[in-house]
């Protein structure tokens, strides 16, 4: 049994901003793998713009030389909303700590996710910046450079902050989505 960092997210798309959060949190003593799930909708969300199974094959290619990543499909096959505290309990069947990767613009609603006050018992948040907000100093950090928002990623593709492994697959899917 391992100790893993659970990344979570959309990945809509995904971006230099996620590896370079998955760079840092490699680095950290205490992690020993990330294993990246992306949501099949996002609990906070009502709709998606690439299709769940897109963006799990995206992440599968793009981390593929990654020696201590996994991309698991576990919300994806579920096909509906998951919540992080079901996420963190499949994995802990399988692993004996897990860190919950999240970025610093969710810490302002942290507390409004479902089942909060269990989810915090059983994880140890890792805190990634982000528009330069402070993070308390009991929360683990991953200071990233990147600062990139898939939401305005989608609008304006920029193909510098794309994964060059699959930047072309997901500019042609953007383009023909923003097209439509």
């Known amino acids: 049994m391992q100790t893993i960092a659970l990344f979570g997210g959309s990945f809509d798309p995904p971006h230099i901003g996620h590896e370079a959060i998955v760079n840092e949190a490699l680095k950290l003593k205490e992690i020993d793998k990330v294993v990246m799930m992306p949501t099949f909708l996002n609990p906070f969300k009502s709709g998606f713009y690439a299709p769940s199974k897109l963006r ?5 290619k793009i981390y593929k030389s990654y020696e201590n ?10 096909g509906k909303k998951v919540s992080s505290i079901d ?9 004996k700590k897990i860190y919950l990767i999240i ?7 942290l507390s409004k996710w479902d089942r909060y006050n269990e989810l915090k018992t ?3 948040f890792v805190i990634a910046h982000r528009d330069d907000i402070e993070i ?10 990147e600062d990139i928002s898939s939401t305005n990623l989608r609008k304006s593709i920029d193909r510098d902050k794309l994964s060059k492994i699959c930047s ?3 500019i042609k899917f953007y383009k023909e989505k923003n097209e439509q």
């Open 56 to 60: 799990l094959n995206w992440l599968k």
């Open 69 to 78: 990543v996994d991309i698991n499909s576990y919300e994806v096959d579920l």
């Open 87 to 95: 996420s963190v309990k499949y994995l802990l069947k399988s692993y």
């Open 103 to 109: 970025g610093a613009d969710n810490l302002k609603t």
């Open 122 to 124: 059983l994880v140890t």
């Open 136 to 145: 308390p100093k009991n929360f683990l950090e991953l200071k990233i450079k």
């Open 168 to 170: 072309d697959e997901i």
